[in-house]
């Protein structure tokens, strides 16, 4: 059965809780960060993308710390070409790696982190503080906090559940850090997803395969990685609402990579073309390599120079003080650029011809080929595609930046328990890579046996397996990859996981000296979970034991039993059992009727059977994976999410304090701009005007001097001190146009009232006259009031608080309209009515006929109960006719 994935471009929601009504999807890559937000909230596009506090549809994949603040996504990337040792990139790539390995990559990009290798073997860094160290998974729970953020920020409401996108190379170390940091994080993850799965659900979301089926390549060149992915989209035929309807589905056939290719090699090859002319430039055995802050600053220009090579045939490079106050200026033709980059162009066909020839397809069996990924933008790269497929164009139905992330999002929705898609989009995705289970222990043998292919690659997702082995002592088992040709990019040994298995020689020794009908065996269940992620659930030992047990002897009493009965088989016993149940009923039933012999037949007959009884004892599993993969401890979890809460809430209070600085330094601004006008004139004295101004510059000039260190408290005060000044002299500015405009609005009504009083007294005559009344004496109380008040305002001074406020006028406006809307929701009276009288001759008649009919039928009634000559039965028929 298919394991449909229900996706659609209309979104409806089936839960009435609003914090289930929104998902995200996050597509992590080794340079950007998308994420995509379904949302069911009214007003919103049910499918998004989320936008960054730059107003951008991408965010750089970026942890800073400076000074003791941490920035995270466009701040990071601010200053990164200032600070680039203290800037984190590549976080994802270094999850599940270990330490040599990513000191290796590290350093092949000149970036000079403070790295230490931690107890498990991977890689830790050390900030600018000299002190504080952070796992690659803290640094990557960062980023999906950020993440997260972005996409409350976007939908307005709480979201927690996520599917994160993984390359398909990720092993079992990768995805169980992705899964990891995502908890650090606070991400609820619904699944992981692989990149080119969420890449086939946007594509064929929107397309109908019931006319044909049809093959797909889906060929992705990122930052750091190349992959190619044969899908294969068809339809099946469904019942739904009682037709028979046709749905749509995919299946992965295929994927092949090449974890050590994308667009950072390209920009590799410009960075050393330009690093040696700069060199030779610069003469004196200089090496501008060995300067961080000199590459950083190449490298941002190197980028922005490969982009303009792919809609240009030349462009520029240019960076001011590169290396020691020289500056740096060059160009390029994009003809150099494919030179320096000849062999790449070979090795970006090789994931292709890989998936053709392990799917045993031709070119011409392929419909299509979708390019997704930033670096398929390359011109040099497009060409040789087409070249590859014989074609004059290349597909490009998806957006090569979003087309992930979207498609991930329909996967969170279909996943959710809050939201419900109404067209269905089948997918099959496999496990990228086989796994082995292996058993060791004293006197075991490495042998088919103990050595088996527990998923072969491709397996289904999610899927469950089941091994077994006949063994008395406890055991390991070893989870490995099942290629050592193909492993995860970094990994030394094909082990990811080892579990110690014990109980079963307990178990042994308790039940061997019963009657065992076969030898105790250990099964092992094991799970493929829909993020790949593969693991060893339970183990139990199984003991199967024969033995006497007393049963009811089939057809026999203890009084008289029959021959056949004592000498029915073993194999019979059950069923016998079961007709003897019926014959005992049978029995007991007739000697309830015969009392002298019920105390002879009760007592069944006992005999003797072999029995078999099985046992099932849970075996306990102890994990003993070491290496980056192993799992952290619980008191390094609790450790980590405290220094995250804690970078949280200073991340908090910072953006507090600068929008509280901005606040005050804004309201400075504009005050003083408006205290020179003239339109303060009539409601500002001039020593108030004097007084206020003075206030303002105190504040302006501890902003600048001593603001820098200040906290949020300080910056609130001082903007509390300057509102508590200003806000009246602008409330009496303001109330200098609204007073009039409040009066105006109460005269108006007051003449709509006039009319309808007047109605209600001539059109609507059933209203009580004593509700008018009330309408009427609160008018006149509320009018009095406006008249006192009015008169008390033109002897006072506009440089003084007023008498009354314009809120306060429409205020008791509103209670009087509320007042005669009461009034006239009073309903008009139905009109009664009365039943017409009957006359004295009518009323006569109508007794006289009850009393001749009672007459007549009690003559009928004597007559049928005493006549027997069948006159009776007619009179009895017309009587009931007539009831």
């Known amino acids: 059965m298919l394991r449909l994935v229900i996706v659609a471009l209309i979104v409806v929601a089936i839960s009435v809780s609003p914090g289930r009504s929104a998902v995200s999807s996050i597509d992590l890559g080794s340079e950007w960060l998308k994420v995509a937000v379904v949302n069911l909230k009214p007003g919103q596009i049910p499918i998004s993308v989320a936008i960054n506090e730059m107003s951008k549809r991408k965010s750089p994949a970026l942890v800073a710390f400076q000074s003791g603040d941490r920035l995270i996504g466009e701040e990071a990337a601010g200053i990164v070409a200032r600070y680039p040792d203290k800037v984190y990139s590549l976080v994802r790539d270094m999850i599940g790696k270990p330490y040599g390995f990513v000191k290796d990559l590290i350093d092949s990009l000149y970036l000079q982190y403070d790295t230490v290798e931690d107890y498990r073997g991977a890689v830790g860094i050390k900030i600018d503080d000299g002190v504080t160290i952070f796992s690659v998974e803290e640094l990557t729970a960062m980023i999906l906090g950020y993440a997260l953020n972005l996409a409350q920020f976007h939908s307005k409401v709480p979201i927690k559940d996520a599917v994160i996108t993984v390359p398909p190379y990720f092993g079992q170390a990768e995805r169980k850090g992705i899964l990891?940091?995502?908890?650090?994080?606070?991400?609820?993850?619904?699944s992981l997803i692989n990149e080119y799965a969420g890449a086939a659900l946007q594509?064929?979301?929107?397309?109908?395969?019931?006319?044909?089926?049809?093959?797909?390549?889906f060929y992705?060149?990122?930052?750091?990685?190349?992959?190619?992915?044969?899908?294969?989209?068809s339809s099946y035929k469904t019942k739904e609402f009682g037709k028979t309807v046709f749905a749509n589905q995919f299946q992965v056939k295929d994927v092949r990579w090449n974890s050590d290719l994308g667009g950072q090699?390209?920009?590799s090859r410009l960075i050393e073309y330009f690093a040696d002319e700069f060199n030779k430039q610069l003469g004196s055995g200089i090496d501008v390599r060995k300067s961080s802050k000199a590459m950083a600053k190449l490298k941002k220009q190197v980028k922005r120079t490969k982009e303009i090579l792919s809609a240009n045939t030349v462009a520029p490079l240019s960076v001011e003080s590169l290396y020691d106050d020289h500056d740096f200026r060059s160009t390029i033709t994009r003809e150099k650029f494919e030179e320096l980059c000849r062999d790449l162009w070979e090795k970006s066909l090789v994931p292709i011809k890989e998936v053709l020839e392990y799917s045993g397809l031709k070119m011409s069996d392929i419909y299509g080929m979708e390019l997704i990924g930033g670096a398929t933008r390359v011109p040099k790269l497009q060409s040789m595609l087409q070249e590859f497929l014989g074609k004059k164009s290349l597909d490009k139905h998806l957006d090569a930046d979003e087309a992930i992330v979207l498609g991930a999002s329909l996967y969170a929705a279909n996943l959710s328990d809050g939201i419900k898609l109404n067209r269905k989009l089948g997918m099959v995705d496999g496990s990228t890579y086989g796994y082995v289970v292996q058993l060791e222990a004293p006197g075991l043998l490495t042998n088919d046996n103990t050595r088996q292919v527990l998923a072969p690659r491709l397996k289904k997702l999610p899927s469950k397996m089941f091994r077994s082995i006949v063994y008395d002592k406890d055991f390991e088992v070893s989870l490995s990859y099942e290629s050592d040709d193909l492993l995860p990019p970094g990994t030394v040994s094909p082990i990811f996981a080892q579990y110690a298995v014990s109980g079963l020689a307990d178990a042994t020794e308790k039940y061997s000296s019963r009657n065992l009908s076969s030898p105790i065996k250990a099964n092992m269940h094991f799970s493929l979970s829909r993020s790949g992620i593969l693991s060893l659930d339970r183990a139990d030992a199984v003991i199967e034991i024969t033995e006497l047990v007393d049963v009811p002897k089939a057809n026999a009493k203890l009084d008289n039993s029959t021959s056949a009965s004592s000498n029915k088989s073993i194999e019979d016993g059950p069923q016998n059992m079961s007709e003897g149940t019926d014959n005992g009923e049978q029995a007991s039933t007739n000697i309830s009727d015969s009392s002298p012999k019920e105390n002879n037949t009760e007592d069944v007959a006992i005999e003797k059977k072999l029995k078999k009884r099985t046992f099932r004892v849970p075996l306990k599993i102890t994990e003993k994976t070491n290496g980056p993969g192993m799992a952290l401890s619980k008191e390094y979890l609790i450790e980590a999410e405290e220094k995250l809460e804690q970078l949280d809430k200073k991340d908090a209070d910072r953006r507090r304090t600068a929008e509280l600085k901005n606040n005050l330094e804004g309201y400075i601004y504009d005050t003083k701009e408006k205290l020179e006008t003239s339109e303060l004139e009539s409601v500002l004295t001039i020593e108030e005007r004097q007084s206020f101004t003075k206030k303002l510059e105190e504040v302006q000039e501890w902003l600048y001097m001593d603001g820098e260190d200040a906290n949020v408290t300080d910056f609130q005060q001082r903007l509390?001190?300057?509102?508590?000044?200003?806000?009246?002299?602008?409330?009496?500015?303001?109330?200098?146009?609204?007073?009039?405009?409040?009066?105006?609005?109460?005269?108006?009504?007051?003449?709509?009232?006039?009319?309808?009083?007047q109605d209600w007294e001539s059109k609507k005559s059933w209203l009580p006259l004593h509700r008018i009344e009330e309408v009427t004496n609160a008018a006149k109380k509320v009018k009095r009031w406006l008249e006192e008040n009015e008169a008390a305002q033109k002897k006072a001074s506009l440089f003084s608080n007023p008498e009354f406020t314009s809120e306060e006028v429409y205020e008791k406006i509103l209670d009087l309209q509320d007042k005669v809307a009461s009034v006239n929701k009073i309903p008009k009276p139905k009109p009664k009515i009365e039943k017409p009288k009957l006359n004295d001759t009518e009323n006569d008649s109508h007794i006289t006929e009850e009393t001749d009919s009672t007459t007549k039928e009690k003559p009928s009634n004597d007559q049928s109960t005493t006549d027997s000559t069948g006159s009776s039965t007619d009179e009895s028929s017309s009587l009931h006719e007539e009831l």
Request: charged share 25%; proline share 2%; no cysteine.
């Open 180 to 190: 990891l940091a995502a908890q650090l994080a606070g991400v609820n993850v619904l």
């Open 203 to 217: 594509y064929g979301i929107d397309k109908d395969f019931s006319n044909e089926s049809r093959h797909v390549i």
């Open 220 to 233: 992705d060149m990122g930052a750091r990685s190349t992959y190619a992915a044969l899908v294969y989209f």
């Open 265 to 267: 090699h390209m920009e």
């Open 720 to 757: 509390d001190v300057l509102k508590s000044i200003g806000d009246p002299i602008f409330f009496r500015l303001s109330e200098l146009s609204a007073r009039p405009a409040a009066f105006e609005h109460a005269r108006k009504f007051y003449n709509e009232l006039d009319q309808i009083v």
